[in-house]
């Protein structure tokens, strides 16, 4: 079993930047693949991107493509989620979520961190 806890998130003005974190705890973290969720207000929670277990692999949804970047340090048991060009309909909530497989429906996840809160302003 993992634990998760995100932090990094704000207020941060539209064409800005910000760096999430997603923080570890618990057994065998390099032995998860680490996704990123955000969910805006009124929205369903939305599949971002996935890294794979030794971070060799992303994927990533066609919204953030080019924007978003997925990485992990295993050492460190942390992944993170940079977040660059941000727009004001990326305000949610994201979340980081594991697995010991790839998917990208959140049903196939776990493993949840808290949520940490991103607000864009224009």
């Known amino acids: 079993q993992v634990q998760l806890v995100e932090s990094g998130g704000g207020l941060v003005q539209a064409g800005g930047s910000l760096r999430l974190s997603c923080a570890a705890s618990?057994?065998?973290?390099?032995?998860?693949?680490v996704a990123w969720f955000c969910q805006a207000p009124g929205k369903e929670r939305e599949f971002l991107g996935a890294?794979?277990?030794?971070?060799?692999?992303?994927t990533y949804a066609d919204p953030v493509k080019g924007r978003f970047t997925i990485s992990r340090d295993n050492a460190k048991n942390t992944a993170y989620l940079q977040m660059t060009s941000l727009i004001p309909d990326d305000t949610a909530v994201y979340y980081c979520?594991?697995?010991?497989?790839?998917?990208?429906?959140?049903?196939?996840?776990?493993?949840w961190g808290q949520g940490t809160q991103v607000i864009v302003s224009s």
């Open positions: 979520a594991a697995s010991s497989y790839y998917s990208s429906s959140q049903a196939d996840y776990p493993f």
């Open positions: 890294i794979s277990v030794r971070g060799l692999s992303t």
């Open positions: 618990g057994r065998m973290f390099d032995a998860y693949y």
